[in-house]
């Protein structure tokens, strides 16, 4: 892989990203999840192995453009995994939320379960939107898994209320049911903060 495009003045992370998933969607159509934790462990490793060579300032314009890459295709990844429960949220489609956080686990599990350091390690490197609290105990911290559905269950949260927010006027069956559906996700996250 050809890094030296990364110090071009011009260079465009998202055309090069764009590019990267075009090449992937023909050489193997559906296999985007693959493609893209392929592509960040490539970029990880590069900027592990640069940080080794002891070329600090000669490299140091490429290592930023890379773990900037980095953290734009871990904002990708997260993106696509959020988008179907935004558009739920915005439907207010409780059950079809529910299922689909449900499901999440079994999609993260190939990413957490291989050993594979540079995997783990571009994981771990990017940040991801609506990270724990400061000062918090957070054991999800430990294991990229748990790292990601905080992450997503902090997203959802927040989306719920912002959409919540914009309700412009509710009837009483709606507020009852509003009422009820929040005490239902309190309870679901009262039972699995403790579980843990």
């Not at 970029?43 to 192995?49: K, P, T, V, Y």
């Not at 990270?131 to 992450?151: F, H, K, M």
């Amino acid at each position: 892989m050809d890094f030296s495009k990364f110090l071009a003045e011009d260079f465009d992370v998202k055309d090069w990203v764009n590019g990267a998933f075009k090449v992937a969607q023909k050489d193997a159509p559906g296999k985007t999840d693959a493609h893209a934790s392929t592509l960040v462990m490539k970029l990880q490793l590069f900027i592990q192995e640069e940080k080794g060579t002891g070329n600090s300032s000669l490299l140091a314009e490429t290592r930023s453009a890379l773990t900037r890459l980095n953290q734009q295709a871990n904002q990708l990844a997260f993106d696509s995994v959020f988008l179907q429960i935004k558009q739920q949220l915005f439907l207010l489609n409780k059950p079809e939320i529910g299922q689909y956080i449900m499901s999440l686990p079994l999609h993260l599990e190939p990413f957490v379960t291989q050993e594979d350091p540079a995997l783990e390690l571009a994981l771990h490197t990017g940040k991801l939107p609506y990270p724990p609290e400061q000062g918090d105990d957070v054991p999800e911290l430990e294991n990229t898994a748990d790292y990601w559905l905080g992450s997503i269950a902090r997203a959802t949260m927040q989306t719920y209320c912002d959409v919540i927010l914009q309700l412009p006027e509710l009837s009483l069956h709606a507020t009852k049911q509003l009422a009820t559906d929040i005490g239902d996700i309190i309870v679901t996250s009262w039972h699995h903060y403790h579980q843990q």
